[in-house]
T-cell receptor, first 110, second 117 residues
């Protein structure tokens, strides 16, 4: 089966940088995704890493180390609208099904 | 990006009734769709993988006779919650991978909030 670990809650100040870590255990690993979900809404895709290294998309960056089964999401220049839950998710198996972590609730404060 | 729709967005029903939820890929074909359930303040739990033209694959602990999945076309999958009970009240979300996406991105529907009285 698959298991993922990420912090349940993080608080950060507007304008700051925050890193959300994720460790995973899975077989048939394809890649690691990050999703954002605001309360009451559906998840939206942020990033996907299949290879080791850092992927940068605007204010958001994501990192993967396959050998360490570890990844993180880095959010820079935090804005109040970034307050949401962030899920790491592993892609695995023949159909590339996605298994989500518990989610990290990020609260951005002024 | 690709668009996935769900219908209805919200449904309230009496205990014992059956509820059908539709998931459609609007601008791409989806041979595979996924159904998730999310309880308040919890993660998305994969229920089943819906495969066009074949039987769905259910995750461990999910009753296939209670949650009927039909993937009749390349753009439509349906989830029917049979004999719904209050404990089935949850947020049901479908997703579909767009194979044309270079990021293996899952496109999620807006979700269906089911309340069973």
């Amino acid at each position: 089966g698959q298991s993922l670990e990420q912090p349940s809650e993080v608080t950060a100040v507007e304008g700051a940088i925050v890193q959300i870590n994720c460790t995973y255990q899975t077989s048939g690993f394809y890649g690691l995704s990050w999703y954002q979900q605001h309360d009451g809404g559906a998840p939206t895709f942020l990033s996907y890493n299949a290879l080791d290294g850092l992927e940068e998309t605007g204010r958001f960056s994501s990192f993967l180390s396959r050998s360490d089964s570890y990844g993180y999401l880095l959010l820079q220049e935090l804005q109040m609208k970034d307050s949401a839950s962030y899920f790491c998710a592993v892609h695995s198996g023949g159909y590339q099904k996605v298994t989500f972590g518990i989610g990290t609730k990020l609260q951005v404060i002024p | 990006g690709a668009v996935v729709s769900q219908h209805p967005s919200r449904v309230i029903c009496k205990s014992g009734t059956s509820v059908k939820i539709e998931c459609r890929s609007l601008d791409f074909q989806a041979t595979t769709m996924f159904w998730y359930r999310q309880f308040p303040k919890q993660s998305l739990m994969l229920m089943a993988t819906s495969n066009e033209g074949s039987k769905a694959t259910y995750e461990q602990g999910v009753e296939k006779d209670k949650f009927l999945i039909n993937h009749a076309s390349l753009t439509l999958s349906t989830l029917t919650v049979t004999s719904a009970h209050p404990e089935d009240s949850s947020f049901y979300i479908c997703s579909a991978p767009d194979r044309a996406s270079s990021y293996n991105e899952q496109f999620f529907g807006p979700g269906t909030r089911l309340t069973v009285l």
